[in-house]
């Protein structure tokens, strides 16, 4: 699937993020509420995927989709996690030995998509602040601390980073054709 006008998309990704701050304010009631979660995880897989489509459809500028993230990972609490039977948890891992790693925007991405486990994160007012998450692949190897304003200012660049120009040019090494979106 290719998206062909990345306006919609882009409509929707500003919609999703104002889902963060109206449905994690819920979390702060004594009761979370079923459809303040889905509304959450709606939110963080739908934005996860139309920003991975948008990054395939070219609709995205280089100087967006090569962004880094530096972000805390927890190794497993035991070398035998990944033996484990399933339900595996945040609380399996060694929450005060991370580390910072750095990723790609494309691949924190491809984590949500592929996540197995999704822990909320939340403030002292027990306010949505971000995720605990891990992907399949990376499965009792470590959990990924991702802080919802992280993600959150990465769909507002998207949103409001347009591709005004394309370059196509043959790489005279591989004589491939090199695409440059600007």
């Not at 139309?50 to 880094?68: M, Y």
């Not at 990723?103 to 605990?132: P, W």
């Not at 993600?151 to 790489?171: L, P």
Request: glycine share 4%; aromatic share 10%.
């Amino acid at each position: 699937m290719s998206i062909w006008e990345s306006h919609y998309w882009r409509r929707e990704l500003r919609l999703m993020k104002s889902e963060f701050s109206v449905w994690g304010d819920e979390l702060a009631e004594e009761s979370l509420s079923e459809e303040a979660t889905f509304r959450i995880e709606k939110s963080l897989f739908l934005s996860a995927f139309a920003i991975r489509k948008l990054i395939e459809g070219q609709k995205i500028p280089d100087r967006i989709v090569s962004k880094n993230f530096g972000l805390s990972t927890f190794p497993p609490n035991d070398e035998h996690l990944r033996e484990k039977v399933l339900p595996i948890e945040a609380e399996d891992f060694a929450l005060d030995k991370g580390e910072i790693c750095t990723m790609s925007a494309k691949r924190v991405g491809d984590e949500i998509i592929h996540s197995n486990i999704l822990t909320y994160l939340v403030d002292d007012d027990q306010r949505l602040s971000g995720f605990y998450l891990c992907s399949d692949q990376n499965l009792g190897k470590r959990l990924l601390e991702l802080p919802l304003i992280t993600w959150t200012d990465w769909i507002e660049s998207i949103v409001n980073g347009w591709v005004v120009s394309t370059h196509r040019s043959r790489d005279p090494d591989t004589q491939k054709i090199v695409t440059r979106l600007e």
